[in-house]
């Protein structure tokens, strides 16, 4: 077995891509999910530090899962918050967004259901789909056509899976169109808006008032939150069939009370903080002006610049490096050759100069 490990690594070596942690690099972020900057937020700290002087119990472990001893007051309180916020009559949090996406799609289809997935959508979904005994199907991204072509073919019940803002293409779905397919064809139509919450309000199902259209929805405060964790809204059944078949929800040890306190919170603040918003579209727009070839929407924080070969990429990401640039290179195969990528994150906090400074680099090496 330790020889075909070190196999599969060496291969990867040699091909330049292996991973590998390594400590957060000082530099200007164009790489971090963090886009209103409220990870690094002094005014959100200082109230997080007061709430904890207050009630240092939110710091304790939970002690169990939440069907035993791990039920607070304070994930009870957040979630009725959050899904009240959201106009839907119920949320369920989970320790990250990965684990709400386990649940929802290992616990909802059974044997005679479909899921068909956008095939750009979350690796956790895909993963989910494994645990699951419901047959998986992908449709070309963004493209209804296709998936209708799917539906059209299925006999028992579908689950339509996608993102509301993918987060390597940067491009959104088309959700109108996509909820009035599933309207069609009497499907369950799931939506992770992990890139689009704090980036579009509280996201675009909300924005497009497609509430009653979603069946669920994930939300993830790892990233415009700056916070840790993730809720799926859905209706009072949905959330109690979670809480009963969910194997992620039911065997894992609830979060500690802060993280709880810290999502609420967050939401305060971000309704308090309207120019946070107003800020990073101003930003998205100013590189757009730029010029640079994207196949990523127009109002999107992550914009992609399509670099079809590895080698060139490494030199390109290496060099933003070298003038204080952080941004993320995506090699294949962890995309299909040809589709190779440098992955611009843009924030709240970058500054004019940056992103004028950035473009101009990037324009000189493609």
Not at 196 to 203: I, N
Not at 210 to 230: C, D, M, P, Q, R
Not at 318 to 325: D, I
Request: hydrophobic share 40%; charged share 20%.
């Amino acid at each position: 077995m330790l020889n075909r490990l070190q196999e599969n690594l060496n291969k990867r070596k040699e091909a330049g891509i292996v991973r590998s942690l390594k400590p957060r690099r000082e530099g200007i972020d164009f790489y971090s999910n963090d886009y209103l900057g409220l990870a690094g937020n002094k005014e959100l700290q200082s109230i997080l530090v007061k709430q904890v002087i207050e009630k240092p119990e939110l710091l304790s472990g939970s002690t169990g899962s939440r069907l035993i001893s791990g039920n607070s007051c304070a994930v009870s309180q957040t979630e009725e918050f959050i899904a009240k916020e959201h106009q839907y009559s119920a949320a369920l949090l989970f320790p990250s967004g990965y684990n709400a996406n386990l649940a929802l799609f290992s616990a909802l289809p059974d044997r005679h259901d479909t899921i068909i997935v956008d095939e750009q959508i979350h690796r956790s979904v895909h993963d989910a789909c494994r645990m699951s005994n419901a047959r998986k199907l992908k449709f070309r991204h963004n493209d209804l056509n296709h998936l209708e072509h799917l539906l059209k073919r299925q006999n028992g019940h579908c689950f339509i899976a996608a993102e509301s803002l993918y987060s390597m293409e940067g491009d959104l779905a088309p959700l109108k169109e996509m909820s009035e397919l599933a309207d069609k064809y009497n499907a369950s139509l799931i939506i992770d808006e992990a890139h689009a919450f704090g980036v579009f309000g509280y996201g675009l199902v909300q924005q497009y008032e497609l509430y009653e259209k979603v069946s669920a929805a994930v939300i993830t405060y790892g990233k415009a939150l700056g916070a840790h964790g993730a809720a799926v809204l859905c209706n009072d059944m949905v959330k109690s069939y979670l809480i009963n078949f969910a194997s992620p929800f039911i065997y894992s040890t609830a979060s500690q009370g802060f993280q709880w306190t810290a999502i609420k919170t967050g939401y305060e603040f971000l309704k308090q903080s309207p120019e946070l918003s107003e800020k990073l579209h101003q930003n998205i727009q100013l590189f757009r002006k730029q010029a640079l070839q994207t196949p990523s929407s127009d109002g999107s924080p992550v914009q992609a610049i399509l670099i079809p070969d590895n080698e060139r990429l490494k030199i390109m990401q290496s060099t933003l490096s070298e003038n204080g640039f952080l941004t993320y290179a995506v090699y294949s195969p962890a995309v299909k050759e040809g589709a190779e990528r440098l992955r611009i994150c843009l924030h709240s906090f970058n500054t004019e100069e940056e992103i004028v400074t950035l473009s101009e680099i990037i324009k000189k090496l493609i």
